[in-house]
């Protein structure tokens, strides 16, 4: 006997396929795999950590003895974010700083760190006033600038972190912190085969900063990356110091700008924001073959070139 069985149209089998292809993607949809694969196609890009890009204010320094105030506007105008001043703001009054936090937040400034002699870290009146000052001034880090005259031998250098490591603990409860600037002589051995640096990182605490001059470890033949590596999170500021092999007299020397030199860069920068701990950047100018305003303006257009910003 013969069956009439009524044909599946075309427009009909297109509407059941249809049908149960949505219903598959709807359970599909419910798998924690497929759930993640479409998480991640939707999701923002991760935003690059941004890092303040400042000036150590001794690039400037003709400039900065003239007229501060102007000082400060013409490198707010330039785009720095973070100022770092150096050692003669000690001798300010407590109003007179109250005057310049003022002025910097009206500029858009931070001052996240500065530089002193050893009587910041000298517990008294001193060390008192310090603190005072970088509290006025919104500072994380009081970076001894160098070594007093007297720091001879292994056993000078040991009285001289022990010294720091005491102000690490006593400015700590201030919102404050201790570090040290190194310098080209600080990547010669100490005594045999330790070099100052090392020793100084092997005697103070892992809270002390290491703030990390680059020019002066490419001009003694130390291996910038190599030691950011071996000091991991305690590099938290850098002064971004170029340098060439050459006369100073021939524009060589620290004399060239930020970028102009020997430094690898690329791969300093990619130590430090991966193992470094670095919190903000400095430039820092020693003399340039143009003016002190004209020379930070040069070097932070390179630094934005080179991080892809300009």
């Known amino acids: 006997m013969k069956t009439n069985v009524d044909p599946i149209s075309?427009?009909?089998?297109?509407?059941?396929?249809g049908a149960a292809a949505a219903v598959l993607a709807a359970n599909a949809t419910k798998s924690p795999v497929f759930a993640a694969l479409a998480a991640n196609e939707t999701a923002p890009p991760k935003e690059k950590k941004k890092y303040p890009i400042g000036l150590e204010l001794y690039s400037v320094r003709t400039e900065l003895a003239r007229d501060q105030p102007n000082t400060?506007?013409?490198?707010?105008?330039?785009?720095?974010?973070?100022?770092e001043f150096y050692s003669p703001y000690f001798d300010w009054t407590i109003p007179y700083a109250k005057e310049v936090r003022t002025l910097m937040d009206d500029l858009g400034l931070r001052c996240y760190s500065t530089h002193n002699h050893i009587a910041s870290f000298t517990p008294g009146d001193t060390m008192a006033k310090a603190i005072e000052l970088n509290q006025i001034l919104g500072t994380r880090y009081l970076i001894l600038a160098s070594a007093p005259g007297e720091t001879k031998g292994r056993e000078g250098w040991k009285k001289l972190c022990d010294q720091l490591t005491t102000a690490t603990?006593?400015?700590?409860?201030?919102?404050?912190?201790?570090?040290?600037?190194?310098?080209?002589?600080?990547?010669?051995?100490?005594?045999?085969?330790?070099?100052?640096?090392?020793?100084?990182?092997?005697?103070?605490?892992?809270?002390?900063?290491?703030?990390?001059?680059?020019?002066t470890c490419m001009e003694a033949g130390a291996d910038p990356v190599a030691w950011i590596k071996a000091n991991a999170g305690r590099i938290k500021i850098v002064h971004l110091k170029d340098w060439a092999p050459g006369n100073p007299a021939d524009q060589k020397g620290y004399r060239v700008l930020f970028g102009e030199g020997a430094t690898p860069w690329p791969?300093?920068?990619?130590?430090?924001?991966?193992?470094?701990?670095?919190e903000f950047y400095?430039?820092?100018?020693?003399?340039?073959?143009?003016?002190?305003?004209?020379?930070?303006?040069?070097?932070?257009?390179?630094?934005?070139?080179?991080?892809?910003?300009?």
């Not at 075309?10 to 396929?17: C, E, G, Y």
């Not at 600080?186 to 001059?213: C, H, I, S, Y």
């Open 267 to 278: 791969k300093i920068i990619a130590a430090l924001e991966s193992v470094g701990g670095v």
């Open 72 to 83: 400060l506007r013409n490198v707010a105008k330039m785009g720095y974010e973070v100022v």
């Open 169 to 215: 603990t006593q400015l700590q409860p201030h919102g404050l912190s201790a570090g040290f600037h190194n310098h080209q002589t600080e990547w010669k051995p100490l005594e045999g085969d330790t070099r100052t640096m090392d020793f100084m990182a092997a005697n103070t605490p892992k809270e002390f900063v290491l703030q990390f001059d680059i020019g």
């Open 10 to 17: 075309r427009r009909n089998f297109l509407t059941v396929s």
């Open 282 to 310: 400095l430039l820092e100018q020693e003399g340039s073959r143009y003016s002190e305003f004209e020379t930070a303006k040069r070097c932070l257009d390179a630094w934005k070139k080179l991080r892809g910003n300009a």
